[in-house]
């Protein structure tokens, strides 16, 4: 059983955001990086599989600067057991670019599972993943919360619009990890430390030009400021008022 | 070089759902700044008879793809069909909603035309003869705006912010019906069983209003008096990740930068502080009230109105003065 997990490292969520001098960028000053959360539920996910199976192997692939190798050591700790880092400065923020160039170096490996988080929580399309299994043409379920692996097949479900599915795919397939699939592992200071010794490979990314560009970034337009209309229940007829006739809400 | 936008127009059961209207409003106003037509595209099973409707919307014709195999979504089978028509019509947009669909199609239409693609945007303008976007990034923190360098240029719109023109019933788009083989390949994931969602209960993400509880509703019994609020204005009740991650509701209904990403006019937050994470998900909404009995909580930073106090004394008073009001 070979699983591969794509992950990237992004921003803290809990980080403040400063956009950076020329105003195409954040101001990478005091800004943790971790590996984006929903890709987390991706690894521990590979693990589980992993564990139940009593065999198989975890590669770990990620696109991204140098200190991306220090977001791969994070995922080697919880209990991948090697990987590739696609070396990229650049910062693209082209999906089908990044989706191109991850899908050139998995061209080269061999997987029966193919992992990624359902969205990086920093630039958010949540796209990469259905992009890569597209252009690998290998099926693609997404936002999966429950994955089951037998006789060459998973059972993965998913909530849609429509309720809670149950889909059935034959392997190789990609799948993209929902919040709810799993409680990603604390690794133990051991894991840590064994992580160092594992392997990790380094190429160049094979990134075309991108076929979007960065105008600028903005923060969120302000809101006009709010009200306090008052205290406990009295206050209750103010705010139906307001809402009905100013705000129109109601 | 295209000047068509083609739009995805979702469906549901056989009926197209309002998000399909907004994209197509939104498409006819970026077909007629770059001189060219809105084309629908209608995927489904018993969607060809309800087709033409969609031109009271603005579009000028819909194509259908309408076959009893595809019931049920799936990417590959639906991108496929969708991928094969957009390539055949001059794109130079192809449009969606940012919904569970339209984010799976959208990545699969972008990688089978190697179009570049922009999810969840929430602004738009032509420009330069083209189209920019801009959209939320880093949950909602900043906002960046992106042009595209080539074409087709795939977008994805977040669902109710640009909210769709009155139809206009005068109105009739040429429906043009596809037979595409589709082969078992097409369907290598297979829908087994669909376990459908509580009867009545809306969506946070379909809702015009939300009810919505965080940390302060200290318990699952504690939403009974959202529910009640809720019931009473038609509106879903949504919650925090700190309420999910305790249990005392579905995952299904968390609103935030892990949870869902909404827009409705009204959002009514009840006991919820106002994390950025949360923000991330509604901070688009139209009106915004908070209620809290903590005078500091974030929250009021963001809302339009609010109110301190115990919301288990203030949420039954609410609903018993708009019971008077509309009553």
Known sequence: MNIVVCVKRVPDTETKIKIGGAGTKIDPAGVEFIISPFDEFAVEEAIRIKEKLGKGEITILSLGPAEAQAIMRKAYAMGADKGTHLNDATECQDTLAEAQALAAALKGMQFDLLLFGKQAVDYDNGAVGVQVAKLLNIPVVSRIIKLDVADGKATVERESDMGKEIVEVKLPAAFTAEKGLNDPRYPKLMDIMKAKKKPLEEKPAQLDAPKLSIVKLDYPPARPPGKIVGEGEEAVPALVNLLKNEAKAL | ?327
């Open chain 2, 1 to 327: 070089m295209g000047n068509n936008v083609l739009i995805f127009a979702e469906q549901l059961g056989g009926k197209f759902r309002s998000v399909a209207y907004e994209a197509i409003c939104q498409g006819k106003k970026m077909a007629q700044g770059l001189g060219g037509k809105a084309i629908a595209v209608a995927i489904g099973s018993g969607v060809e008879a309800v087709a033409k409707d969609l031109g009271q919307y603005g579009a000028d014709k819909v194509i259908v793809v309408d076959n009893a195999k595809l019931k049920d979504f799936t990417v590959d089978a639906y991108g496929k069909a969708f991928a094969e028509v957009v390539s055949k019509n001059d794109p130079a947009v192809v449009l969606l909603a940012a919904t569970f669909q339209g984010k799976d199609l959208g990545g699969y239409a972008s990688a089978a035309l190697g179009a570049p693609l922009s999810s969840d945007c929430t602004e738009w303008a032509s420009q330069d003869g083209g189209i920019q976007v801009k959209r939320p990034i880093y949950a909602g923190k900043a906002y960046v705006t992106v042009k595209f360098n080539s074409q087709p240029a795939v977008i994805s719109l977040r669902p109710k912010v640009f909210l769709p023109d009155a139809p206009d019933a005068s109105k009739s788009a040429e429906v043009e019906k596809i037979d595409l083989a589709l082969s078992d390949d097409d369907f290598r994931s297979v829908v087994k069983e669909i376990i459908a969602k509580t009867a009545g209960k809306i969506d946070v993400t379909e809702a015009d209003i939300i009810v919505s509880g965080g940390r302060g509703v200290k318990g699952p019994e504690g939403f009974a008096a959202l529910e009640e609020l809720a019931g009473l204005l038609g509106a879903a009740v949504g919650a925090s990740r700190t309420v999910v991650d305790e249990g005392w509701r579905p995952h299904s209904d968390q609103i935030g930068q892990t949870g869902k990403v909404v827009s409705p006019k009204l959002y009514i937050a009840c006991g919820i502080s106002g994390a950025i994470q949360h923000l991330a998900g509604m901070r688009t909404s139209k009106c915004i009230v908070a209620i809290n009995k903590d005078p500091e909580a974030p929250i009021f930073s963001t809302a339009d109105y609010g109110i301190v106090g115990d919301l288990f004394k203030v949420v039954p008073a609410l609903t018993e003065e708009i019971k008077k009001t509309i009553g």
